[in-house]
C-alpha cells in the first residue's frame, strides 16, 4: 500500500434504496409487480430496492448507480456503460436506454430515501481499487431481460452485485433490509462467478 492510500479513507458504502423513492408511478408499478410476482411464486410480498455505490479513493468521491439517459451529455456524468430497456431494437432511442454513472463528486438523487445506515462493503484500498476498476468492463445486457441465462432479470442490481462479485467480495453476503429484496441481485453475482471460471486458466 502507498502512503498516498494509507492516508486517504478509501472505502465503498452501499445505499439500499426503495424503488420508486420519489416518483409515484415508479413505486406504484413495483407494488403491481411485486405483488404478482410474490403471487407466482407463493410468498410473502416484500419490499423492493434499488442499490447505488460511494466510492471513496484518493481522488475523491464517486457515486455508482445505473439511471435513465437523461441527455447526451454523458461524460459530465462518469458514464462508464449504456444498455437497452426492455428490447435491443430500442435503444435507438433515448427514453429506451440504461447507463451505468461512475460519476466524480456525483449525487444519488433519491439517496434522502434510502434506508439506514448504508453498508459499508469494504474499507480495504485494494478492494475500493478493484471494485472501482471493475466499473469499466460491467456487462449491459437488456435491462428487465435475461439474455445472459443466470436465471433472473438484468437490473440495476445486477451491475453493483456483478462489480463486488468480480472485485472478489462475496456479494451473497451483503445485508438486505428487513422484509426487502433486490430483483436481479442474483444475475449479477452469476454472471461474475461464470466468468471467473472461464477465465482461470
Not at 407494488?31 to 479513493?57: G, N
Not at 439506514?116 to 478492494?127: F, I, K, N, Y
Not at 472478489?168 to 453475482?189: F, I, N, Q, S
Request: proline share 7%; aromatic share 8%.
Amino acid at each position: 500500500m502507498s502512503e498516498t492510500q494509507a492516508s486517504v479513507d478509501w472505502h465503498v458504502d452501499l445505499f439500499w434504496i426503495p424503488l420508486g423513492a420519489g416518483t409515484h408511478s415508479v413505486r406504484l408499478n413495483g407494488v403491481i409487480y411485486e405483488a404478482l410476482t410474490a403471487l407466482i411464486q407463493r410468498r410473502p410480498r416484500r419490499d423492493i430496492y434499488h442499490s447505488a455505490l460511494q466510492i471513496w479513493t484518493d481522488t475523491g468521491l464517486y457515486t455508482v448507480e445505473m439511471t435513465p439517459v437523461p441527455d447526451s451529455r454523458n461524460a459530465t456524468r462518469g458514464v462508464v456503460g449504456e444498455g437497452a430497456v426492455g428490447a435491443k431494437w430500442a435503444r435507438r432511442l433515448r427514453v429506451f436506454r440504461y447507463e451505468v454513472r461512475r460519476w466524480r463528486n456525483g449525487v444519488i438523487p433519491d439517496q434522502l430515501y434510502a434506508a439506514s445506515p448504508p453498508v459499508r462493503l469494504t474499507d480495504d484500498p485494494a478492494a475500493v481499487s478493484r471494485i472501482f476498476g471493475a466499473l469499466s468492463s460491467v456487462p449491459t445486457p437488456t435491462w428487465g431481460r435475461d439474455e445472459l441465462r443466470t436465471g433472473e432479470m438484468w437490473t440495476c442490481n445486477s451491475v453493483i452485485s456483478w462489480a463486488l462479485e468480480h472485485a472478489g467480495l462475496d456479494a451473497d453476503e451483503v445485508p438486505l433490509p428487513e422484509h426487502g429484496r433486490a430483483p436481479g441481485w442474483k444475475a449479477g453475482v452469476a454472471l461474475a462467478r461464470r466468468r471467473s471460471i472461464v477465465e482461470v486458466p
